[in-house]
């Protein structure tokens, strides 16, 4: 039986928050070990997370999802079109956790474990707002 949009979308969604899950395991763990492999394994996997949220919700809104190079002008489409989808700054959260995100694979920037728990959080707050869009739309 073929799966519905809403139902792909949901199954992203919950892939985002296993992801989560296991990122914040990877980075609690790390910081027992001081094991910066481990927390470089955790930003890994809340990118993951990221990623499939904003999968999840263009998904919905869309229908399907875009190619790699159509996402950036995919979610200005979604800005422009979806009100809440703009007052979420979705666009803009989705690049800004990237972006920091990708820090702490490829620097020392990593060592601050202050800033990847902070990190951590802001990919919690985007996954809730995602959840809580992809309810009104159902």
Request: proline share 1%.
């Amino acid at each position: 039986m073929a799966e519905t949009v809403a139902e792909r979308a949901v199954a992203l969604l919950e892939s985002a928050r296993r992801l989560y899950r296991e990122a914040v395991r990877e980075f609690e763990s790390g910081v027992g070990e001081g094991g910066w492999v481990r927390i470089a394994v955790a930003v890994e996997k809340a990118s993951g997370a990221v990623e499939q949220a904003t999968k999840a919700l263009v998904l919905m809104l869309k229908g399907k999802l875009p190619s790699s190079w159509e996402e950036d002008r995919v979610l200005v489409e979604l800005e422009t079109s979806f009100p809440e989808v703009a007052r979420l700054r979705i666009r803009d959260r989705y690049a800004a956790r990237l972006s920091y995100l990708s820090r702490f694979r490829y620097s020392l920037y990593s060592s601050n474990l202050k800033l990847a728990e902070y990190e951590l959080e802001k990919v919690k707050e985007y996954l809730d707002d995602i959840s809580r869009l992809l309810k009104q739309l159902q």
